[in-house]
């Protein structure tokens, strides 16, 4: 009985371990840089509209979306969007929908090859304000 107790303590804490290296992600100086032009409001959403939607990767985990004229928004991935903020790759959208919402699966294709490179899930989206 001790034996096995002693084997799920090493268990769950090999597994703590696991979440802890996965949260060791730092913005990129570009993405820290570009969001120091605005406020975080707090205010965050499921989805967004398609019409006018504009991502931008700044980088594998950070989104800039700008919706409609200026409406800003961020969008902090939970795990990484491999290949999304290099050279001539695009974000493509595949939904039935006209939104964007959390969750949701988009494509990283290169433009060259139209080959999907990468993939990733949405996050939530988190309204910004521009400073004046």
Not at 3 to 18: D, E, H, P, R, T
Not at 80 to 107: H, M, N, P, Y
Request: net charge negative; charged share 25%; with cysteine.
């Amino acid at each position: 009985m001790t034996a096995k107790l002693i084997l799920m303590s090493a268990g769950a804490a090999f597994l703590a371990a696991c979440a802890t290296a996965g949260d060791s992600y730092v913005m990129s100086e570009e993405a820290v840089t570009e969001l120091a032009k605005y406020e975080r409001t707090g205010e965050l959403t499921n989805c967004l509209s398609l019409r006018d939607l504009n991502i931008d990767a700044l980088d594998e985990r950070t989104f800039l979306v700008r919706s409609g004229v200026n409406d800003y928004y961020l969008a902090e991935l939970e795990n990484s969007c491999l290949s999304v903020d290099r050279a001539f790759t695009r974000i493509q959208i595949d939904t039935f929908g006209s939104q964007l919402c959390e969750k949701e699966i988009v494509r990283v294709v290169d433009n060259t090859t139209g080959n999907t490179v990468g993939s990733c899930g949405m996050s939530k989206f988190e309204r910004l304000v521009e400073k004046s």
